[in-house]
């Protein structure tokens, strides 16, 4: 019996005739390779456009549609007028963590300077082969009718059989470094000493390991030895403990989602960063449950403690389109403890809502129940800590944002990282404004000005921050960012200058250096007044090596040192030469 089907093609009538046992066994020019070879060529999507930043999160104006998916890596431009896109500096690198048919959400990597809406986002040339790949071997041709078909859709079904499946390009996609580093310090002032250490630095972006759901991302940088264990500690020793590397599940045919590592909670990104893990199960599309534990080891939190644990319990709701209304609200419980013995149960709430660029609330509240070894100077159940701000941007290169931060405790943050911004969300307390101006050739200026009075305080102080930020400076390549704090909050009072400056020589070296100081008068810190500088480069050697020196300084109080350090090590890529 003979299967008749009519099908009209971008324009052109193909009528075939099939043998329904002879199907699988005709293969010159079928139905399906002429329908391949007729096809229109699709053109690549290689750039997108920034359509709003908020914090650490970038929103592109692609998504799914142009073959976006999780985890690809884009780097952001800023293009003048006058400037080609191959002659422009890379200002950012972008990983994208969720996509929708016609937009993504990207996490900010690393940025030499302030993104904002109308920049342009490079796909990277290994994620771009991989979208040419796919759809190589996809069913993306367009039929504008189909006339009749007696049985099933021949078409498809000999694409199905005669086209072979080869594996998805995320699926074992390898990235990353692994290095050796060596670093010295020498202590000066009135114990003089040489300290050397020996590490090993690892960065990886690995997708659908073995082919399952599960993905390895971030960075680590360790120490596996050094000559004196209680030796000086420097600002880079301190950042380095600053990093992420976490291992997640996310299989969109699953009901549950996981992660282990360094990393954040994804829901309640305002809870300090866990040593440790996460399981979830997804209720519904808009809702997740789960619970969480680990340690608290990150320096720049406000409750650090190296002997601090954390477990509890959370749920989500999310909905919306971020090129609309965008909703995400978070709530829980959780036990803190010190030394195995309960410290603060607490509960948390983190709500955040967003109308496309325009408008962005966001809200994360902790409050909980103090306990001490003994009965004497228990401050009881109350609010712990509250951060609130309302971010809006009437026209693409103004933005005013409205700020109120609550801490009813001393921080126990390392008060050295000061200087380096790090802590700059902590150091504003009660209300605050702040507004951001790009002008020409992407200079921005910023400024947050705010008054804070505690309990104890006698009258209320004003906080300040001042900063612009450049892109290239003249014909140099430079770019910097110049900024001055002065604040006066719970824990002590103080202020601090930096100064940024950064430059890409192409594609394949970068270069940074950071000059700061800071004064910081308290209670529970013997450090007044300090400098430092710090310079780092980072480059390629040929295709798949690469070589990282730098070099501190600071001076002021307990903290009289230098040091010296450089990283050699391998890039490897599985799908080709000179992955990042």
Not at 94 to 102: F, H, I, P
Not at 220 to 228: E, F, H, M, N
Not at 293 to 312: C, E, F, K, M
């Amino acid at each position: 019996m003979r299967k008749l089907a009519t099908t009209v093609l971008c324009g052109t009538v193909l009528i075939g005739t099939i043998q329904g046992q002879d199907k699988k066994q005709q293969p010159d020019q079928s139905l399906a390779e002429i329908a391949l070879s007729i096809r229109p060529q699709n053109q690549e999507v290689t750039k997108f456009q920034v359509k709003f930043v908020a914090q650490d999160t970038v929103y592109l104006s692609g998504g799914r549609a142009l073959g976006l998916k999780e985890g690809m890596k884009l780097t952001v431009k800023h293009v003048d007028d006058h400037q080609s896109a191959a002659n422009a500096s890379v200002v950012a690198e972008l990983e994208v963590v969720s996509v929708a048919d016609n937009s993504a959400v990207c996490n900010i990597i690393n940025a030499s300077s302030d993104l904002q809406k109308g920049d342009t986002a490079y796909l990277s040339q290994a994620d771009t082969e991989a979208i040419v790949q796919k759809r190589s071997v996809s069913g993306t041709r367009s039929y504008p009718q189909v006339v009749t078909f007696t049985e099933g859709d021949p078409l498809e079904e000999e694409v199905r059989d005669a086209v072979p499946r080869p594996q998805l390009p995320e699926v074992n996609r390898v990235q990353g470094r692994i290095g050796m580093d060596y670093s010295s310090i020498a202590s000066h002032g009135s114990a003089s000493s040489t300290n050397s250490q020996v590490g090993v630095v690892f960065r990886a972006n690995i997708s659908r390991v073995l082919g399952t759901y599960w993905n390895l991302s971030g960075y680590w940088r360790g120490r596996l030895s050094q000559t004196a264990p209680d030796g000086q500690q420097s600002i880079q020793d301190l950042i380095n403990r600053t990093y992420h590397l976490s291992m997640t599940y996310d299989n969109p045919n699953s009901r549950m989602v996981a992660g282990i590592g360094r990393l954040f909670l994804p829901w309640a990104n305002s809870l300090d960063t866990l040593d440790g893990g996460y399981f979830g199960i997804r209720l519904s599309k808009t809702a997740t449950t789960g619970v969480f534990a680990g340690s608290t080891p990150d320096p720049t939190s406000w409750s650090y403690n190296p002997d601090r644990r954390i477990a509890g319990a959370f749920v989500n709701f999310t909905g919306g389109k971020y090129d609309a209304v965008h909703y995400s609200s978070t709530s829980g419980f959780a036990l803190n403890s010190l030394q195995w013995k309960l410290d603060r149960p607490f509960v948390f709430f983190e709500n955040s809502v967003s109308y496309q660029q325009y408008l962005s609330v966001y809200s994360a509240l902790q409050a909980d129940d103090p306990r001490t070894a003994d009965a004497t100077g228990r401050l009881g159940p109350g609010l712990s800590r509250s951060f609130v701000t309302v971010r809006i941007s009437p026209w693409q290169r103004v933005s005013f944002d409205i700020n109120h931060n609550y801490f009813r405790d001393v921080p126990t943050f390392d008060p050295r990282l000061i200087e380096t911004g790090l802590l700059d969300k902590y150091l504003f307390q009660g209300l605050s404004a702040g507004v951001r101006v790009q002008t020409w050739r992407h200079l921005t200026f910023y400024t947050t000005l705010g008054r804070s009075k505690s309990n104890s305080d006698m009258k209320p102080s004003w906080n300040q921050m001042y900063g612009v930020s450049s892109g290239p400076i003249w014909r140099t390549g430079f770019r910097a960012d110049l900024r001055y704090s002065k604040y006066d909050s719970s824990f002590g009072s103080g202020n601090y200058r930096s100064l940024m400056l950064s430059r890409n020589l192409g594609e394949k070296m970068h270069f940074e250096a950071q000059i700061g100081q800071q004064y910081l008068a308290s209670t529970f810190t013997s450090q007044n007044r300090s400098r430092f500088v710090n310079v780092q480069f980072d480059t390629n050697l040929g295709t798949r090596f690469f070589l990282q020196g730098g070099f501190t300084t600071e001076r002021g109080g307990p903290m009289d040192y230098d040091q010296w350090t450089t990283t050699i090590g391998y890039r490897f890529d599985n799908r080709g030469v000179g992955g990042h």
